[in-house]
Nanobody, 115 residues
Framework: VQLVESGGGLVQPGGSLRLSCVAS????????INWFRQPPGKEREWAAT????????AYAGSVKGRFTISRDNSKNTVYLQMNNLTPEDTAVYSC?????????WGQGTQVTVSS
């Protein structure tokens, strides 16, 4: 199982970024995928989840209305579209999947929101 994130970078407040998580080593379409983030000096926190059933989505209150999670099963990829970013969104963003009761994580991608 491998999860590889990309798309992070430096963006100004109010800007947008789209993160990607490319998965391999398992039947991607059968599993929910999560995005988590870890701000500097803080605990990791859940941001969003997309299910394997009808692409049902869920969001943390801090990102709801600004972030959109989606998936393309033909590309084994989950996306996190992040709009109206604020400095409080600065964090390492990681995707994860729970497969047979084991949690798998990518290496993370850094998002920095600063003017």
């Amino acid at each position: 199982v491998q999860l590889v994130e990309s798309g992070g970078g430096l963006v100004q407040p109010g800007g947008s970024l789209r993160l990607s998580c490319v998965a391999s080593g398992f039947l991607f379409s059968n599993y929910a995928i999560n995005w988590f983030r870890q701000p500097p000096g803080k605990e990791r926190e859940w941001a969003a989840t997309i299910s394997s059933v009808e692409d049902t989505t869920a969001y943390a209150g801090s990102v709801k209305g600004r972030f959109t999670i989606s998936r393309d099963n033909s590309k084994n990829t989950v996306y996190l579209q992040m709009n109206n970013l604020t400095p409080e969104d600065t964090a390492v963003y990681s995707c994860s999947a729970r497969i047979r009761r084991l949690d798998y994580w990518g290496q993370g991608t850094q998002v920095t929101v600063s003017s």
